[in-house]
């Protein structure tokens, strides 16, 4: 990451708002942090580096923000970024047991 550019981090980034949101924000010249629970995060984080007119950096990683353990690894993911964040998007859902999706 370079403190040239502004930081974005974008959850849910692997497929549907999240991604197009993480699409606008390197078109935009942002480096990001983009995370999602399914490994398709890998496949489109090279996508995002050349989504804009000038390559930007992106930090990518598959990361179940519903356990501990994921909520730790992004703390620490976006605690080794050289710079502030400027714009955070969490676009993933969680659905908790024994709900509905009406309720």
């Known amino acids: ?7 974005a ?5 692997s497929s549907g ?3 197009e949101l993480a699409r606008l924000f390197a078109r935009d010249g942002y480096d990001l942090v983009v995370v999602a629970e399914d490994d398709a995060i890998e496949f489109v984080a090279p996508t995002l580096r050349t989504a804009g007119d000038h390559p930007v950096q992106v930090e990518a990683a598959q990361l179940d923000l519903a356990t501990s353990d994921g909520v730790r690894r992004l703390q620490t ?3 080794d970024c050289s710079h ?3 714009h955070c998007r969490c676009t993933h859902s969680v659905q908790l047991p024994g709900r509905s999706q009406s309720s």
């Open 1 to 7: 990451m370079t403190e040239d550019r502004p930081l």
């Open 9 to 13: 981090l974008v959850t849910g980034a």
């Open 17 to 19: 708002i999240g991604l």
């Open 77 to 79: 993911l976006v605690g």
């Open 84 to 86: 502030r964040i400027r």
